[in-house]
């Protein structure tokens, strides 16, 4: 039997090792790396990780899940999580195990030693203010669900918290931390929509929310020519998506596949490309349009020869 395919007669340690949490806070993304650095040299093993996650203390566990993949030698894992609650908000805590989950290896199979806590901390990003909400100057679509919080330095007392002057239902996390959420969110206005928090004694913070409107499919996308030397590509943009200060009008490029070109159109309805001059009759138009949340494309297949 080839030696990588041999039956292991015990289970090994293979506890999860050099566990480490990078942040991006834009994103509330834990991106998690880690090893097995008990695996001998060239093994490979498929293993299921439990991962756990806790907020504000390491008994308050919020998150479980398992991911399952085949292991090398000296591999390095990842696995990202991304986090309801802005990471400013609270501290979290991450640690995980594993199992051996091949066939190789017989029953029973036992889950390694849970690693060491590891504290993922981003409430030094208060810097010297008293008070602060987050996520700051947040760039959402309509209709999605966000959730801001309230920090302060001091204990916090009777909080109130508006959404555009709407008071809203208020949860406090810990003595210096409140949040609250706003599911369906609406688009109000370009400028934004304004968050305002505030406590006795007199200390208050806000925000504001940018709320795009859902980039649309564009509609009715057709080229025609007049000349066989212009193709006029024209189509319906739908609404726009362009907010003051935060996200300018979504921009639209043109690709054809035949010949691998693309163009950068510079108005939102249309677009004229310049016939090839070597005898292409088939254009495979692929049309994009892309703002800072999302990308929508449409497909078209344009014959020169074959005009209505």
């Given amino acids: 039997m080839h030696p990588a395919f041999s039956v292991l007669s015990e289970p090994l340690p293979l506890t999860p090792e050099s566990l480490d949490v990078s942040i991006n806070s834009a994103q509330r993304c834990l991106h998690l790396q880690w090893r097995v650095h008990s695996l001998a040299y060239h093994q490979e093993l498929k293993m299921v990780f439990q991962i756990e996650i806790s907020r504000i203390n390491t008994s308050n566990v919020i998150w479980v ?45 036992f889950w390694s030693n849970w690693s060491s806590w590891k504290e993922v901390n981003e409430q030094n990003s208060l810097g010297h203010k008293a008070s602060s909400v987050f996520p700051v100057d947040k760039l959402v679509e309509e209709g999605s669900n966000v959730t801001i919080c309230y920090i302060s330095r001091s204990h916090q007392n009777n909080v109130s918290c508006y959404l555009d002057g709407v008071r809203m239902h208020v949860e406090q996390l810990d003595p210096n931390v409140s949040a609250f959420h706003v599911n369906n969110v609406a688009f109000v206005r370009e400028t934004g929509t304004n968050i305002f928090c505030e406590m006795d004694p007199k200390d208050d ?58 163009r950068l159109c510079e108005h939102k309805n249309w677009c004229d490309w310049q016939i090839a001059q070597d005898s292409q009759e088939m254009y495979n138009f692929t049309l994009v349009a892309e703002n800072y949340l999302r990308k929508r494309s449409v497909n078209i297949l344009f014959n020169l020869t074959h005009r209505d």
């Fill in 65 to 109: 899940d398992y991911y399952s993949t085949t292991v090398k030698w000296n591999q390095v894992l990842h696995w990202s999580w991304e986090s309801e609650l802005p990471l400013e908000c609270a501290t979290h805590f991450v640690r995980i195990r594993s199992r051996v989950d091949d066939a190789r290896v017989p029953e029973p199979r």
């Fill in 205 to 262: 913070a806000g925000t504001v929310l940018f709320v795009s409107k859902v980039l649309e499919e564009p509609k009715d996308f057709s080229c025609e020519t007049q000349d066989f030397k212009t193709l006029h590509c024209t189509w319906d943009p739908g609404s726009d998506t362009s907010l003051v200060r935060k996200q300018p009008y979504q921009s639209y490029t043109l690709f054809e596949s035949f010949s691998g070109e693309k």
